[in-house]
C-alpha cells in the first residue's frame, strides 16, 4: 500500500481543529524502538509526526519549514538572459544501507550534486523522495536522514521538498531515495559527453574502486575486513576549480559510478565518436582495492566511484587543470591516465604494465567474479 | 600488491620477451594455452604483444564455464522454477544461456530462488539456515573446484543434513586434453597444428604433473605446467620453444612454487572418496567425450541432485552456425567464424567460447578485436603526454 504525502505540513490542516496541535504529539517517536508502518504511509498524525519530528528536524531550511507542496526558491547568480538551468535525478538502492565511508543517505546526496556539478553547473537545491519499506527501524532511518541533512549542509545544497512513501514489508529493501538537483550553469560553460576531441587528455581526479569495494566489504555473505572506506563526496567545489583555472579548456566531466571508469571512457568515447589510449601505470588503484578485486576476481575499471571524476581536457590546458584538482582535497591524486585518438571504431585500449595492448570494453551485463 | 605484482613486473617480462625472440627460429609456434586463467592472462595483460609474430597461442577448452552444456544449466532452470528448490551457483554460471532464452540469471527474474556463492561452502550454509527448503549446488569446474564439492557433501553427511544436494558437473583435463588431439573430428578437420600446451595451473596443484606424462609422451607434445600470472605465463612459452627446438616433448612444470610431480594427495582422495568417473559426458563445443567426467558414488546418493529429483539429461545441440568445435581445438581462429563479433557478442552468446570472459572468443572479443582492424594506433606522443 502506499499513500501520497508530501514532505510538507499540509496535512495538519486536517488536525487544526485541535486547539493545540502540539500536544497532539505528546509522546514523541520512539527512536529507539520503533519501526515504520503502514501509518506512517497513511498521511494522518503518525506521518506528521515522522516528517517533524525526523525529516524537518535533519533537513532543516527556510523553504520546507513553509510546508507547502512545493518549494519557492531564489535563483542566486542567474542570469536570466544567458543564464542556463541544469537539472538531474538519480534514484539510490543499495545493499547494504551502511557502508564504510558512507550510507544511502550521503550518497543520495552526492550522487545527485555530482550529476549536476558534471554539467558544469553549481548545484543550488535538493530534492528528496523516499520509499520506506515496512518495518524498517526507525533507528536507522534516522542515522539516513541525519547523513543526508549533514551531507546536504556540508555542500551548502539544501533539501528544500520532499515526498514519503511507505510500501508493505517485502516490496522494498528497506529505503530507497529518489534525489533531484538543481543547478544553474554560467553561460559560455559547455559541457558534454559529445565534446570530446582527438588529442585531449584525459584526467581522473583519484584512486578507483573504493566505493565498490566498500560495499561489497559488508555485502551478506561477502563480509571481508578492509581499512577502504567509500569515496562517496560531492565534487561540485573540485569542478568549479577546474573550470577556473581553464575556462572553456573542459571539454567533457562525467563521474564513473556504476560500470567503472571502462564503462564511463566508452559512453564518452561512442557519444563523442573518438578512441582513446589508457596508460594502465598511470591509474591510481589502491593496494586494498587491488587485493579485494584480486581475491574477488573483479576488475577495479568496473568497480563503482561515487567521489571521482574524469575530465577531458584540451592538451594546452591539462597541467593547469591537473595542478588545479591537486590543490583540491578531493583531487590530491589527481592523474593524466591517456589521450583521446582519432578512432572511426570508438575503442579504449590500454597499454598495460605489463607492456602489451588490450581493448578496455563496455562491462557486460553484471560483474562477476570468475571461478578459477 | 605483495606476492602478486612480483609476478606482473613489466621489465621482467621484457627479458623474458627478448629471450623467447633469440630462441625462436624460422618456423611457426602454435602453443594452446589450455586454461582459461591462461586465456584471460594472456589477454589482460597483453602478453601477445610481447611475443614475436611467428609465436601463436591458441586458446584453449578450459574455460569450465564455457564448457558447460546447455542440458546442464536446463536441469539446474528447472531445479529452481519447477521443483521450488533454492540452487547455489557460482558467479559466472549465471549468465550463460540455456534453452527458451533462458539463464540462471533469468530464472532468477521469473520468480527462481537462484543464489551466487563463492564457495561450496556457502552453499552448505545456505542449506543450514533453510532447512525448510531443498537446497542444490550446482557444481561445476575442472579438478580445482572438485575437492571443495567433495568436502561439503562428506560434510552434509557427516551432519545429516537431510536438504542438501549436489549437481554434480566437474569434468577432467586430462580426459579433455586428449579428447582435442584425438577425437574423431581431428580428422575432419585436419591436422592440429599445435605444438604444445601449456598446462593449467590451479588443476595441478590438485592433480600434479604426472597425468599429463602419458598424454605429452603418446602424442610427442611438450607440456609445460604454469602458473596464472603474466610472467609465468611468459616463461612457459620459452620452455615450450625450447623443447620445440630441441625436438623434446616432455613435462615441465613452470609452476614449482605451487605444483609438484604427485599433487595433493589429500585432496586426490577425498574426491575418490565421494565421486567416481562417469561414462560420459557432454561438454558444450566439444561434445560427448567418455570418462571426462565424474559422479556421485552411490554411497552418496542422498546428496546427489539427479538421483534425489531423478533428474534426466537432455542434450541440447550448439547452434550450427557456430565453429566453437574448430576453435576449441585450434584448427580455426575466432574471427574465421561467420558469427563472431556480429551475431555472436559477450552480451548474446550464442557458442561456447563467447559465453565468458575466458572463452576464446570472449577473451578475443573484449581485450583484442581491436587487432582485427586497421586502426589508428597510439603514437608515441602518448607517452610523453601521460605523466
Redesign the interface.
Known sequence: MTANLPLSTAPVALDAPAADPTRAYSRPLSIRHGRIDAAHGAGGKAAMQLIEELFLAAFDNEALRQGDDGAVLALPAFDPTQGRLVMATDGHVISPLFFPGGDIGSLAVHGTLNDVAMMGAQPLYLSASFILEEGLALADLQRIVYSMGAAARAAGVPIVTGDTKVVERGKGDGVFISTTGVGVLAPGVHISGRNARAGDAILLSGSIGDHGVAVLSQRAGLQFETTIESDSAALHTLVAAMLAAAPGGVHVLRDPTRGGLATTLNEIARQSGVGMVLQEAAIPVKPQVEAACELLGLDPLYVANEGKLVALVAPEVAERVLQAMRAHPLGRDAACIGQVIADPHHFVQMATRFGGRRVVDWLSGEPLPRIC | ?KY?DEF???QL??RI?AAIHDEVGERHYHFMEF???HT?AI????????LPPNVHMVHGPG???CVLPIGRIDQAIRLALERGAIVCA??????VPASDGLSL?KAKARGGDIR???SAA?AL?VARAHPEREVVFFA???E??TPPTALVILEAQREGLPNFSVLCCHVLTPAAITHILQSPEVREFGTVPLDGFIGPA?VSIVIGTEPYEHFSEEYRKPVVIAG?E?LDVMQAILMLVRQVNEGRAQVENEFTRAVTREGNQRAQGIVSQVFELRAQFEWRGLGTVPYSALQIRERFAAFDAERRFGLTYRPVPDNKACECGAILRGVKRPTDCKIFGTVC???HPVGSCMV???GACAAH??????RD?P??H??A???E???
Open positions: 600488491m602478486v606482473r613486473d613489466g617480462a621484457r620477451a586454461c582459461g586463467g584471460h589477454s589482460r595483460y597483453g602478453v601477445q604483444d610481447l574455460c569450465p564455464v557460482y558467479g559466472d554460471t549465471l549468465r540469471a551466487m556463492v563463492y556457502d550454509a561445476i569446474g575442472f580445482t573446484t590451479h596464472f603474466p557478442t559477450p552480451e565468458s570472459s575466458e572479443y573484449t581485450y583484442g578485436r581491436f582492424i586502426i589508428v597510439a603514437g606522443g602518448v607517452e603526454n601521460v605523466s
